[in-house]
């Protein structure tokens, strides 16, 4: 994947994320960044640091260090609030309300009126096609639909970008195919979505991929380019090449250097010196 | 720092729309929930009944208590009611997915004391008509003064409870806070012993409790005709305090 336009700023921006919890670092120096209009998955086991990293490009994750830029704006502004959807791993809604009084709500929440909040409501009970759920209380329905009401509130919106912790996980497989041909169209439409999940298979329905370990960025580049890099077939492999050669390479760190150690891989187009959108004040 | 167009310019803390439209989702929640409302409604009316028949033969006693607990009965109830709601909202996550959107602390804080506020009145209501009609409870002031009373009280309830969420991990610690800090108001509020034949640092401490001068005003009300002066600074405390627990209550929502 190249740039299409030098002019486009990226959706996401990260520069030296640092994000320690007390005494541990849960976030590691990372650098990235998300072009406009594509799948990035954000893939790693539990508890490496996804959902950290995801809080803080929403901008509710107070961080440490680093730089986190939206869509041109410093993560977590104002302006971002309407334009940045994030679905929290576990669905956020309210249970006793049914699917219609969540979505009238949340658009209220977005400051919607009238008729543009009644079309915003409708237009998103199609898109997760929960149409035939939405008198039922949320509490009533599937994790599956559980899940999907989430979904619906963060596209209520139109969101320029999607910010979606493990949204996939836990789900039949049906309905996770489902949910990634949503996800497609909306990239279609022009929609950034930031996904994550410790899944490895769904690699393959994303366009770029970000692979991360115990608060580290293993990769960030086209999955196609992660799999011809590492050599391997599927990307859990290539994850798992990654993990052994940044290990070989911290453990080489004061000893003799060792041989072949395929360094991170990191494709940014942004990782030049030139970099406009990392300068203006991010609040961290 | 960037200026981001004219949206940016910061109007008020809270706005209109989105407060009320928290109110009105509260609401509908309460209304789903009809075995908590009915609860809500009833046990300060039980507890009326109950009070009436533990003082059956000092009627006295029951036209002195029978006020007092207008201040008391409602800050219990409410304050269990709030905290538990506000501590799912948090707990749940809706809070914090709440303050990714354009929502403002206080919308969210506000749209609660509106609902809680809405069925506090009908609380209030409820207990005033019952005492002096049914129970017989005879005070010289207008009745209306001691569904004021009822309402403040609940609003403190409701304050303290939100407050409180703020500071629990749980619901078992929510529900704990209410020995913890709504019991000891309660015991030297001055229903058992007048406030002045306490000790005397306990009449100091007595005098910064708020439920303090829920009871008072109750007590007065009971004991003179029209609105009085010392009616009226009580409630007017009482309202201070609301507002400032409501204030801290809201900074402790964290984006």
Redesign the interface.
Request: net charge positive; no cysteine.
């Given at each position: 994947m190249t740039g299409p336009e030098p002019v486009v700023l990226p959706a996401v921006s990260v520069f030296g994320l640092h994000v320690c919890i007390g005494e541990n670092v849960i976030v590691q120096n990372v650098s990235f960044a998300v072009p406009r209009g594509a799948i990035v998955g954000l893939l790693g086991p539990s508890g490496c640091g996804k959902t950290t990293l995801l809080r803080s490009v929403?901008?509710?994750q107070p961080c440490t260090a680093g730089h986190v830029q939206v869509l041109g704006?410093?993560a977590?502004?104002?302006?971002l609030?309407?334009r940045?959807g994030?679905v929290?791993q576990?669905p956020?809604?309210?249970?006793?309300?049914t699917v219609l009084?969540n979505l009238r709500?949340?658009s209220?929440?977005?400051?919607m009126?009238g008729w543009r909040r009644e079309d915003a409501v409708v237009r998103v009970v199609k898109l997760v096609d929960l149409a035939e759920y939405a008198d039922k209380?949320v509490a009533w329905l599937s994790g599956g639909q559980y899940s999907r009401v989430s979904l619906a509130?963060a596209l209520l919106?139109s969101p320029e970008l999607l910010v979606m912790d493990e949204p996939t996980v836990g789900l039949d497989p049906l309905v996770r195919r489902e949910l990634w041909t949503v996800f497609r169209r909306l990239a279609d439409d022009g929609t950034t979505l930031l996904v994550s999940s410790h899944v490895m298979d769904e690699a393959d329905h994303c366009d770029r991929l970000l692979l991360m370990r115990s608060g580290r960025l293993l990769a960030s580049a086209g999955r196609d380019e992660v799999l011809e890099y590492t050599g391997c077939e599927t990307v859990e492999n290539a994850f798992l090449d990654l993990v052994t050669a940044s290990a070989a390479l911290q453990a080489a760190g004061d000893r003799a250097p060792v041989a072949r150690v395929p360094a991170p891989l990191l494709t940014d187009e942004s990782a030049d010196a030139d970099r406009p959108y990392f300068s203006?004040?991010a609040r961290c | 720092m960037l200026t981001t167009g004219a949206r940016t310019a910061r109007p008020l803390p809270f706005s209109m729309g989105i407060t009320t439209a928290t109110a009105g989702r509260v609401l509908l929640q309460i209304r789903r929930d009809r075995g908590s409302t009915a609860l809500i409604l009833v046990i300060p009316c039980m507890l009326m009944v109950l009070l009436k028949l533990v003082f059956h033969d000092a009627e006295s006693t029951f036209e002195r208590v029978g006020p007092q607990v207008f201040g008391i009965f409602p800050v219990i109830v409410m304050y269990l009611v709030a905290s538990v709601s506000t501590l799912r909202e948090r707990s749940t996550g809706t809070a914090e997915r709440l303050l990714t959107l354009p929502v403002q602390r206080l919308d969210i804080v506000l749209g609660y004391s509106l609902a809680f506020a809405f069925l506090a009145v009908l609380q209030a209501t409820l207990s005033t008509l019952l005492a002096i009609g049914p129970l017989g409870l005879d005070i010289k002031g207008p009745a209306v003064l001691l569904m004021v009373i009822a309402m403040l009280g609940a609003l403190l309830g409701l304050a303290l409870g939100i407050l409180a969420s703020g500071f629990a991990r749980n619901e078992f610690q929510a529900v704990q806070f209410l020995p913890a800090g709504v019991l000891p108001q309660f015991l030297v509020c001055g229903l058992f012993v007048p406030r002045e034949e306490m000790h005397g640092s306990l009449g100091a401490l007595a005098k910064v409790m708020p439920m303090t001068y829920a009871v008072q005003a109750a007590a007065e009300a009971a004991a003179h005709e029209g609105v009085t002066g010392v009616f009226v600074r009580d409630a007017l405390l009482i309202l201070g305090c609301v507002i400032g627990v409501l204030m801290a209550s809201a900074a402790t929502l964290k984006r």
């Open positions: 929403v901008g509710i704006f410093p977590g502004s104002r302006v609030r309407t940045v994030y929290t576990a956020s809604v309210y249970p006793d309300l009084e709500y949340f209220a929440a977005l400051g009126r209380p509130v919106g203006s004040g | -």
